[in-house]
């Protein structure tokens, strides 16, 4: 054989190996993406129909009566086929406002989640003349399915129908509020003092493995340790925004503390050799010149980690933020729930209606999450410069 | 970087502010089992709704973590009422009184532990001793206990069918597992002589699967799977009625009205305790209190019902209101 031939042969093993090793990451992509269209797939189907909510046209007439038993105000042949919370707000309603005393309207009132999933084709379990009679109010244009506001504009309840995540989101956000102040000044903080500052030491060393290290955790341990320290020592009010933040905010400080660093390093020597070469002092070379170069990194570390604690739902549970609580807070010590708990919630719920609303919870969860990851990105793009 | 250095001054100073006061409370504070939870996050809704009171904040913490943190003693910083599938041990009791807390019990119905598998499947007759040798981890052959080898169901009774024995439970943190082994295998090992008392082992070779807290799951795995059983809640078992259906235990099937009169022999009750020296304290408590106990959440054709209370007895409903109108406090004696 000759030299040539040789190496054609050995050129042939060369580009299949390189063509089944390419075929291997085809092969993952294609399996990640399968499961992730599965999931999305399966949320989008059973979530999607809780964007919409059966609602009846039907009369209410307001007598004396109604304040002792507000069933009297409805139809009785409606009656059974309405949300369970229009009939026993009645009452609260008409002592708020005097001038409805004696009156009867035509309205459109949210109906039963029994009646909600019929219409919607889900299982529901009404009978055979329940049925017949939904269907003739269908007909006759009193029984339609309208956006589901409510779902939006509500806390948590027990009544599906009427059961939303405004509780869930806004203590989310109080709890992210208290994360970012505790985490982002003593995580760049540490970052800082390690960098510039610390010598290298064992002592620094021990601080930078214990820092790894500490990232890795699970995440209930800081659970455990925010009950102990927070709550039983400080005395924090349980299930509060404040409780749940400063736990999220000590879990968060590793991972920013990292991705600080790894920002401040990546600046070139040149920069700051520069400035302490035209008389900068250290707090200066810091000020102007490292922290702003380090901003995008930073940025981006904290805005994953952002995502990361919006998705916790282990340290909070021990903290007491998994818990029926249906009122949006209106400060940083009230209890409060948020939204990876509000999942949990409605998914350990027997009534199957709450289906729905798991799976559109879920949705929304992963559009924040995405929306972060995007911002995540754009910014480390946007302010990313070249050396 | 000038608002860094704000930021950084924000932080601390709320952290004082609130580590330093606790705000005065005005909402009642609820923990305890995540059985009970839903109906007492029902009337804690409906409580909220109807009345002008803040709606109480009720965590699921599971019984034993409720009575944990309801006898930490008497102050804001603990909770009014615990919620709890079990009666109150003795231990917890004493340590309520040691603590000065007065704790006042209300019973407010039943929950059936029920063995459901799917629909399509046949029907299963069983007895308790069946489902212990099923689950157990040993089992008396020849006089002896021996590692449990049964792996089809027709070889612990002729008369079942011969189908692979494949149990989702339960895990050991739950509650429902308790009480599962208190009423059927303790109950049912009591009167076989090799296990020498009460046994309440389950094995460990894959015939049980611990399938977490959610019973949802456990429902959806037994609508896939024809020959698996679940153990669960009845409210469970209700809701999912139209593709599942419960094994009948000892010749009982599992309805309202079997678990109510105390025939089917695994049900179990529901309380919650109430810490007396907060009401007058916190405000609402009695109201909640009293809407809980009314004819319209327990009774016999109360709200709670919808969503899988089993109600107790008229007899007894009347009972615990008059028990609560004295605000009768427990003592030692009363759970012997």
Redesign the interface.
Known sequence: MSVKNIQSSRNKKRYFKEKVFKMYGVIALFISFAFLVTFFGNMIFKGYSGLRQAKIYTTISITPEVLEDPAYAFLEDDYYYIS??EI??L??KIQDSKDMMNKTFNEWVIADSEVDQYLKGR?NRLKNSDKKYLDKLKEEGKLKLFFNWNFFTNGD???PEIAGIKAAVFGTIYVMI?TI??S??LG??TAIYLEEYAKDNWLTRMIEVNINNLAAIPSIIYGLLGLAVFINF???????A?AGG?TLGIMNLPVIVISSRAAIKSIPPSIKEAAYGVGASKLQVI?HHI??LAVPGILTGFIIGLARSIGETAPLLVV?M??????APTS??Q?TTVLPAQIY?W??????AFTEKTALAILVLLAVMLLLNTLAIWLRNKYEKQW | ?KS?KI??L??LS??FM??GN??ARE?I?IVGS?TV??F???V???F???T?F??P?????GSGGGHKLFGEGVGE?TPDITNSSRRIKEKELKNNIEKGIETIEVKIGYDGIVLAQNKDSEDLDLTRKDILLAVAEEVPVNGKLVKNPYKYWNEINPSLPKREILVYGPPTSSGTRDSFEELVMEEASKKIKEYGGKYSKIRTDGVYVPAG????LIVQRLVKDKTAVGIF?Y??L???S??LKAAIIDNVEPTAENISSGKYPVARSMFFYVKKNHLGKVPGIEEYVDLFVSEKMIGGRG?LKR??LIPLPKSEREKVRADWQNRKVLKIEDLK
């Open positions: 369970r919370d026993r707000r009452p609260l299982p309840s027990n009544l208290i102040l505790v982002v000044p760049i903080a400080l005395h924090v009010p349980r299930s509060s404040l400063l000020w922290l702003p007491g998994v818990a029926y609580i249906p009122d940083f010590v209890s919630t998914s350990t719920a027997s009534l199957r | 970087m860094l930021l950084a924000v932080a709320v952290f609130a580590a606790v705000l909402q504070r995540s939870y839903p007492s996050s029902y804690a809704e409906e909220g709704a109807t002008k803040k709606t904040v009720v965590e699921s913490t910083n807290e959610n019973d949802n809640g409210s469970f209700e809701e999912n139209d593709r709200a969503i899988g």
